[in-house]
């Protein structure tokens, strides 16, 4: 089966979130998100839970742990096999907190009409 590509959101400035935040993570934490974003490339939308939890909405979120160390990098799906990875937090409270997941939602809009205005 193909696999899916995995994107970094790029805001309009080209900075990345989700490069910002990785690069924040220590090792061994980056090296557990990066084998979650493997998983979700070849599993893409089949990916469940513990490794990914839909947010509502076509949020879904990217679950790491290391430790008592969580950490979520949340995501959409977009048309043609892509995943679009907006934002990553540090996890500290049980449920997701609802700025991350407006942010993740703000980024796909404008994500989305930045696609449909370009010819890509």
Not at 15 to 23: A, D, G, S, W
Not at 86 to 106: H, S
Request: net charge positive; charged share 35%; aromatic share 10%.
């Amino acid at each position: 089966m193909e696999s899916f590509t995995v994107l970094f959101y790029d805001r309009p400035d080209g900075t990345e979130p989700v490069r910002e935040f990785l690069l924040s993570l220590d090792r061994k934490m980056l090296a557990k998100v990066v084998r979650e974003i493997e998983l979700l490339s070849v599993n893409g939308p089949e990916l469940r839970e513990p490794y990914s939890k839909s947010m509502g909405d076509g949020i879904f979120e990217l679950r790491a742990k290391v430790g008592t160390d969580i950490t979520r990098v949340l995501y959409f799906f977009v048309v043609g096999r892509k995943i679009i990875l907006t934002n990553g937090f540090v996890k500290k409270t049980d449920k997701t907190p609802k700025a991350q997941i407006n942010l993740a939602k703000k980024y796909r809009d404008e994500y989305l009409s930045r696609k449909e205005h370009s010819h890509e």
